[in-house]
C-alpha cells in the first residue's frame, strides 16, 4: 500500500509559458519612496524601467515600521520644462534657511516653499534662475513684511546635511510645501508636507505659488499668525513621511538571465551617490505560482526534502553600516530549478521554484543598487509517484507464501532427519 517515488531530471516543459512570475517584498530603510524604482532586464534586450502597474510602495522608518498610507507618485511629464534664457545676472530673491532658522520662517508664514539643493547638481543649476526670479516676483507680490502669507526659500544640502536629512531629502532639487501647523512631527516622529513635482520655469511656479496663495483666507498677518488651523487642502503629492521604503508586488519576466533592479531613479533629479545606502531586508522573495502552505505541507508528507529552497532569501538582512565605504551596490546570483510532483495517472501535486543565492558587495562608480541576477535552468526536476499494481500485489504474496512454504520444508526435514539420528544413536544401530 505504500508509495515509492522516481525522480529524473528533463528538458523543461513549463505549463506557465516563456514567462515567469516573481513576487517580492523588500524592505528598504534609506531609500527614499519618492525616487524607489523596480527595473527589469534581461539578455533579449528587455529594460522595463520603474515598473509601477504591479508594484506599490509604502513609507516606513529606519527600524522598518510603516508610517501611513501607500505611497503614490503620481503621473510625471515626459520632459520637465524649464526656461529657456539664463539672466546671468539674476538677483537673489529667496531666503537661505539654515537649521537655526528653518523651523522659524515655517512656523512664522502660512506657506514656505522650500528649494533644496545641491550646488554641483545640474537640475539645480537649471532651477536656480526662475527660482529666483519666481522669489523675487513673489515677494513684491505678497511682501513678507506687510503680506505674510507666502515665502520662498532655499536650503544648500552640502551645508546643511542634518537638515536635509531630516526632511528626507535624496535628490536633487526638491521642493517643498510646508504649511504652518503642519510642520509638527507625528507619533512616528516624521513631518508632514507635499511636494512639488510640476515644471520648473518661471511661468509655471509662479501660477503654482498663485494657487497657493488663493487657496489661503485673506487675512491680515496678524490673524494669519493667530490661526493654527492647516489651510485649506490641495491636490497636491504628499512628500514621503519618512526616509525607508518597503517596495511589494511582482513581476513578470522572460525565462532567459536578466535582472531585478531596485535602485533611486529620476528623470529631473540628481543623486549624491556617496549618500546612497541600499541596505535591504527582504521579507519575501519568491518565483512561479503561490503554492499554499497546505499544499506544501501535504507533499513534505510525501517528499520530505521539497520545498526546502523556494524561500531561501526570505527574512534575510543585507545591510551597509558604512564599513564597506561609498557607493556599495548589494548583488545577489540566483540560479532557479523548476520542480514538478506528478502522480502515476498525471496529475499535477504541486509546482514550485527551487533557487540558490549567493550575495557580495561591488564597489560602483554609477548610483549604488541592489541587483538580482536571475539564471533560470533550462532543465526541470520532476519527480513521479511510483504505486505498485494489485497484480504485482497478489504476486507478492503468492511468493511470499511460496517462499514460506519452502523454507519450512526444508525445516522440517532438517529437523526430522536429525531427530532420526539421535535415536539412532541412542539405540546404539550402525548405519
Request: net charge neutral; hydrophobic share 35%.
Amino acid at each position: 500500500m505504500s508509495v515509492s517515488t522516481s525522480t529524473s531530471v528533463i528538458v523543461d516543459k513549463s505549463s506557465d509559458g516563456d514567462y515567469l512570475r516573481i513576487d517580492f517584498n523588500i524592505s528598504f530603510p534609506a531609500l527614499s519612496c519618492e525616487f524607489a524604482s523596480v527595473d527589469v532586464s534581461d539578455v533579449l534586450g528587455t529594460n522595463r524601467l520603474n515598473i509601477t502597474k504591479t508594484v506599490r510602495k509604502f513609507s516606513i522608518d529606519s527600524n522598518l515600521r510603516p508610517t501611513g498610507a501607500e505611497f503614490h507618485s503620481g503621473t510625471v511629464a515626459n520632459a520637465v520644462k524649464h526656461d529657456d534664457e539664463v539672466d546671468e545676472e539674476s538677483v537673489e530673491g529667496s531666503f537661505s534657511l539654515t537649521t537655526h532658522n528653518f523651523d522659524k520662517y515655517v512656523h512664522q508664514f502660512p506657506v514656505t516653499i522650500v528649494n533644496f539643493y545641491a550646488p554641483w547638481c545640474s537640475w539645480c543649476q537649471r532651477l536656480k534662475p526662475s527660482w529666483e526670479k519666481t522669489a523675487k516676483i513673489m515677494k513684491e507680490r505678497y511682501d513678507p513684511e506687510m503680506d505674510g502669507r507666502i515665502i520662498l526659500a532655499k536650503v544648500d544640502c552640502t551645508q546643511e546635511g542634518d537638515l536635509c536629512r531630516r526632511n528626507h531629502i535624496q535628490g536633487y532639487p526638491s521642493i517643498r510645501i510646508f504649511r504652518k501647523g503642519s510642520d509638527l512631527r507625528s507619533e512616528h516622529g516624521h513631518h508632514e508636507h507635499e511636494s512639488y513635482y510640476g515644471d520648473r520655469d518661471t511661468e509655471s511656479l509662479v501660477k503654482f505659488m498663485e494657487d497657493l496663495v488663493t487657496s489661503l483666507p485673506t487675512e491680515s498677518q496678524k490673524l494669519a499668525l493667530e490661526d493654527k488651523s492647516n489651510a485649506a487642502d490641495n491636490a497636491k503629492r504628499p512628500a514621503p513621511s519618512a526616509g525607508g521604503c518597503r517596495v511589494e508586488g511582482y513581476v513578470r519576466v522572460k525565462k532567459v538571465p536578466g535582472n531585478l533592479i531596485i535602485s533611486a531613479r529620476s528623470d529631473a533629479h540628481s543623486f549624491d551617490a556617496s549618500q546612497m545606502n541600499m541596505s535591504h531586508v527582504i521579507n519575501n522573495l519568491s518565483f512561479g505560482k503561490k503554492v499554499t502552505p497546505r499544499a506544501m505541507s501535504d507533499v513534505k508528507l510525501l517528499i520530505p526534502y521539497i520545498g526546502s529552497s523556494h524561500d531561501r532569501l526570505n527574512g534575510r538582512s543585507f545591510i551597509n553600516t558604512r564599513d564597506l565605504g561609498a557607493n556599495v551596490t548589494i548583488e545577489h546570483y540566483i540560479q532557479i530549478v523548476k520542480t514538478e510532483v506528478v502522480t502515476r495517472k498525471g496529475y499535477k501535486l504541486i509546482e514550485e521554484y527551487e533557487y540558490t543565492a549567493h550575495s557580495s558587495v561591488a564597489h560602483s562608480l554609477d548610483i549604488p543598487v541592489a541587483k538580482f541576477h536571475l539564471e533560470l535552468s533550462p532543465m526541470q526536476v520532476l519527480i513521479t509517484e511510483n504505486q505498485r499494481s494489485f497484480s504485482h500485489f497478489i504476486t507478492n504474496v503468492c511468493a511470499i507464501i511460496g517462499g514460506v512454504f519452502t523454507v519450512a520444508g526444508i525445516l522440517d526435514s532438517i529437523l526430522h532427519n536429525t531427530i532420526r539420528m539421535v535415536k539412532k544413536i541412542e539405540l546404539g544401530k550402525n548405519f
